[in-house]
């Protein structure tokens, strides 16, 4: 069965060989308390779908709208074997107590590098950047996650409100997904207000993140709290 955790995930566990990440558009905030409900209503009355899947977290945006789904499935394999046995009747539930659920995008990722601030903080939020490029190049996805560590490494300023980034390349090639671990979503306020543009003092290695060939956005930027973790 499907026990509830209140522990955020362990990005950088070696189990984990596809990471999935979804979001959905549902409306109101109300809206969003009602889908996280049905969402653990849905997996704790059935059996654990997979061995592989090692952890399912729902996170609530800050906009009030959005939901963000991370799945820890071991391979892509059992992810679709899941789609064909388990998930449309966890859907249609969700459903039928929240209609007219927007499922807006998934994507399919691997882990690439990750860094993380000495200590043991609790995240109090959760930062996503969604990077996009022009076309499907994963030498280039790889090289840009690179300069971000070297930009990040030789910072003289970085942000005391930083807990950890992970970085997620998607599998066709074509984007780049940022977890990132905040104190709060105010430290991440601030450190997006301070001097530079965005994260980052105004350096050359930050502007050659930047204004890397073929990006076609720096990033989108969503706030979520963590509100549902799910482990076998």
């Known amino acids: 069965m499907a026990r509830r955790t209140e522990r955020?995930?362990?990005l950088t566990d070696p189990r984990i060989g596809a990471p999935f990440f979804s979001t959905w558009r549902v409306g109101t905030p109300e809206r969003q308390r009602l889908a996280v409900d049905a969402i653990a209503r849905a997996w704790e009355r059935r059996p654990w779908p997979a061995g592989d899947l090692l952890g399912y977290h729902v996170y609530a945006g800050h906009d009030g709208d959005g939901l963000l789904h991370y799945a820890q499935w071991r391979s892509e394999q059992a992810y679709e074997a899941f789609v064909k046995t388990h998930r449309q009747e966890r859907v249609d539930e969700i459903d039928t107590a929240v209609p007219g659920i927007e499922r807006v995008w998934l994507g399919r990722y691997r882990h690439y590098r990750s860094a993380r601030r000495e200590g043991g903080a609790v995240p109090g939020c959760v930062v996503i950047v969604d990077v996009r490029f022009d076309g499907p190049d994963a030498e280039r996805q790889r090289a840009w996650v690179d300069a971000v560590f070297e930009a990040l490494e030789s910072d003289p300023?970085?942000?005391?409100?930083?807990?950890?980034?992970?970085?997620?390349?998607?599998?066709?090639?074509t984007r780049?997904?940022?977890?990132?671990?905040?104190?709060?979503?105010q430290a991440h306020i601030d450190a997006l207000a301070?001097?530079?543009?965005?994260?980052?003092s105004a350096t050359?290695?930050?502007k050659r993140v930047r204004n890397w060939p073929g990006?076609?956005?720096?990033g989108s930027v969503r706030r979520y709290d963590h509100v549902l973790g799910l482990v076998p």
């Open 157 to 173: 300023k970085q942000h005391p409100g930083g807990i950890s980034a992970h970085f997620h390349l998607s599998t066709d090639g």
């Open 194 to 200: 301070a001097p530079g543009d965005g994260i980052g």
């Open 215 to 218: 990006l076609l956005e720096s």
């Open 176 to 185: 780049v997904l940022n977890y990132a671990e905040w104190e709060s979503a």
């Open 204 to 206: 050359e290695r930050w």
């Open 8 to 10: 955020h995930p362990d």
